[in-house]
């Protein structure tokens, strides 16, 4: 158990990379229905309903203050339950289902935030400068006020894709096979023989996907930085 | 399953409350420990001093591109290794089963607090003009004065909402200490809900507990920021 | 009171200053006039040590500065002399504006709080701010705040005030009331150095004129000099384009 083997460190990484694939599969679905309650959420705070508006922020507030886990564990057991009263039975749902759902709705929630916040960064006049034009409000929406609006929210929506594929290591305690839940099972097999090795293989894999996604981040904020002198200019 | 047990859901909410001032009690810990460290650690990184700032920067990059989990995990299987060398080379009768759990959560989630701490120091700090600091040595106060009475307390007002964010994500981060086989407020009530396999009930305790701490976190951090904010009152 | 001798400053490889040398006695309002991008404003920086010169000297009573070598002590012994007042007030944005007098008194200076505030209330009242103390800089427009920066200078009683373009970040309807404050304390016998585009400064309050251009002094002498009988070339085309109306001084 003292000893310390780079070796089996090495050898673990190719058992665990193929998992990627259900890990990155939560993450693309989570990023999807995500991103449409974001959508949703954002249009009912900025709406005119009050109902509906306050609706929204109070979901912001309940996730804002929910540990992923508990939210998690909330999904799993309080969907069925929920679904069970309309007698539909969701208890042979794939594991996947629950992590997606859950993850989407606390991403969905950032999403909403920032997607609100970029909206109002984008100045009033634009949009009535559209419609003056001739634009209706989905085309002003569309092609003046969303391409603007990208630009300030994209590196927040980079910052918490970084922070979705973290959280999404906690779907292992369901059950779901992922990365994570792999090497735990790894662990497992080998009666934690060499858990610190399979745990360093795979805090590499993490650490390397959050690497390169923030130097994407990087480059992008540097394209955009050029970008936004343009829209201010123009 | 159709309806709550409402009487469970009553009893399990207090049990999950007990599980607070462990949760509190590893978030100050680890907030007294990062906010020094934290600050020292972004005046490196600001500074560029060498060697230094590679090492915070890997440290920095590595907490915040893997799983907190992951680093729960991690330190949970190095800790007890180093500690019982360290035990043996002092001939100590203690045995690294004895150590509480909560130990090993102190220095977790202190770890990985400093890490988004000097981050947020890092920001914050460099939302003061370098002007603020000339005009400080201009009327004779020195670097270290300028930073105590001019530089932090501007800083403080900007980093403020990202503090409050940081601390209630700790509290929420807390939740993961079932890892470590701590009672604190989810494994507490997760365990009274075996019996009866009242999981939902739990779980909504579990939520209402922490929206409740996490509220009254953000309460107290919006009217501290209101009285600090006092100099902006009147933006120009 | 105050020598520079051959101050030479580059940011890479652009020579920003090449060799200023002049000199400043007691009782003095100096002002120093160029074309933007001339050097003035890094001299005066470099005289209160926000930038480092490559090499030079500083001359202020009797502490003599090297400037390739300058010492921690020496740094602060010519910034407890002087003061600054900058383009941009620079005022503490977390202090009132008492607070901002206060600041170099109490923890620059060690001055009693009590005495501190004595001195501090007299300053901002001889820049006209006696119903402003309690003001924070946000609330104050901007010839307020640069009125404040003064305050915060003169209550330090330096023996020299280095000012560095402290109306070019105003409203032009602004400018008076600065220039005015100036105007005041030099007539006081405030010893001042003075980096300006006022002419009407440089004219009437001035005793003593350089003119730079391209990193060093083309020509330096009274306004009188200057003004009506400039000897270089270079200080006559500026002249011209910056005052047309008075390009014969009476």
């Excluded at chain 3, 901002?100 to 060690?110: S, W, Y």
């Amino acid at each position: 158990m003292l000893k310390f083997d780079f070796v089996y460190l090495l050898e673990q990484i190719p058992k665990l990379v193929p998992y990627l694939d259900i890990t990155f599969l939560v993450l693309i679905l989570t990023l999807f229905f995500g991103t449409i309650l974001g959508f949703i959420l954002a249009a009912w705070k900025l709406g005119i309903r009050p109902i509906l508006s306050k609706l929204a922020y109070a979901f912001t507030t309940a996730m804002r203050c929910t540990p992923s886990i508990v939210l998690l564990f909330l999904v799993y057991y309080g969907l069925p339950a929920l679904a069970s009263i309309f007698a539909f039975d969701l208890n042979d749902l794939s594991k996947l289902f629950f992590v997606v759902t859950a993850f989407s709705l606390s991403f969905g929630n950032v999403m909403s935030e920032i997607i609100r916040s970029s909206y109002l960064a984008v100045e009033k006049g634009q949009y009535e400068a559209a419609v003056s034009v001739g634009l209706t409000r989905f085309d002003a929406f569309r092609r003046i006020i969303l391409p603007q609006a990208a630009v300030v929210a994209l590196p927040n929506i980079i910052n918490s894709i970084l922070t979705l594929l973290k959280e999404g290591s906690l779907a292992y305690t369901i059950g779901l096979i992922d990365v994570m839940g792999k090497a735990n099972l790894l662990i497992a097999m080998n009666y934690e023989a060499h858990a610190l090795e399979t745990l360093l293989a795979l805090s590499f894999i993490y650490w390397s996907i959050s690497i390169i996604i923030e130097k994407a981040n990087e480059l992008l904020e540097q394209r955009l930085s050029k970008g936004r002198t343009f829209v201010k200019t123009v | 399953m159709q309806t709550l047990d409402l009487h469970f859901m009553w009893e399990a909410f207090f049990i999950a409350l007990s599980g607070a001032p462990i949760t509190l009690l590893i978030t100050v810990v680890a907030l007294l420990i990062s906010i020094p460290v934290g600050f020292f650690f972004s005046l490196i990184r600001l500074n560029g001093t060498p060697i230094l700032d590679q090492l915070c920067r890997i440290y920095i990059s590595f907490v915040r591109g893997t799983p907190l989990i992951i680093q729960i995990f991690l330190i949970y299987n190095v800790m007890p290794i180093l500690l019982e060398r360290f035990l043996r080379s002092t001939h100590s009768t203690l045995s690294v089963f004895d150590v509480n759990p909560i130990w090993y959560a102190f220095v977790v989630f202190s770890l990985y607090t400093i890490a988004i701490l000097t981050e947020v120091f890092r920001s914050a700090l460099k939302t003061v003009q370098k002007s603020q600091l000339e005009a400080a040595h201009s009327v004779g106060l020195s670097t270290c004065a300028a930073y105590r009475r001019i530089i932090i307390p501007q800083a403080l007002v900007t980093a403020l909402p990202n503090l409050c964010n940081a601390t209630t994500n700790l509290i929420k981060n807390t939740s993961l200490c079932y890892a470590l086989s701590l009672r604190e407020i989810t494994l507490r009530a997760k365990v009274a809900a075996n019996p009866g396999y009242n999981y939902i009930e739990a779980y909504i305790d579990i939520f209402l507990v922490y929206l409740l701490i996490c509220s009254l976190v953000e309460y107290g951090f919006k009217k501290y920021e209101k009285k600090l904010k006092a100099y902006q009152c009147l933006s120009a | 009171m105050l020598e520079v001798r051959e101050i030479r400053k580059a940011f890479g490889n652009q020579e920003v200053l090449s060799g200023i040398s002049f000199s400043i006695e007691k009782g003095d309002v100096a002002v120093i006039l160029g074309p933007s991008g001339s050097g003035k404003t890094t001299l005066l920086r470099c005289l209160e040590f926000f930038e480092q010169a490559d090499s030079g000297e500083v001359l202020f009573d009797d502490i003599d500065v090297d400037l390739r070598n300058v010492t921690k002590e020496q740094i602060k012994a010519i910034r407890q002399k002087t003061a600054f007042v900058f383009q941009n007030y620079n005022l503490f944005n977390n202090k009132t504006a008492l607070e901002n007098v206060l600041e170099g008194l109490v923890i620059g200076r060690k001055i009693p709080k009590k005495e501190a505030e004595a001195i501090a209330k007299e300053a901002l009242d001889k820049v006209g701010l006696s119903d402003k103390y309690a003001y924070y800089p946000s609330q104050l427009s901007g010839g307020q705040q640069q009125r404040v920066g003064i305050a915060r200078a003169i209550a330090l009683s330096p023996e020299i005030i280095f000012f560095d373009e402290p109306t070019s970040a105003l409203d032009p309807e602004l400018i008076g009331e600065v220039l005015a404050t100036m105007k005041k304390i030099a007539k006081e016998g405030t010893t001042m150095l003075v980096v300006t585009h006022e002419m009407s400064f440089a004219q009437d309050v001035a005793n003593k004129i350089i003119f730079m251009d391209g990193g060093s002094i083309v020509e330096e002498g009274t306004p009188r000099q200057i003004f009506t009988e400039p000897k270089e070339e270079r200080t006559r085309q500026f002249l011209k384009r910056m005052l047309p109306e008075y390009t014969y001084y009476i």
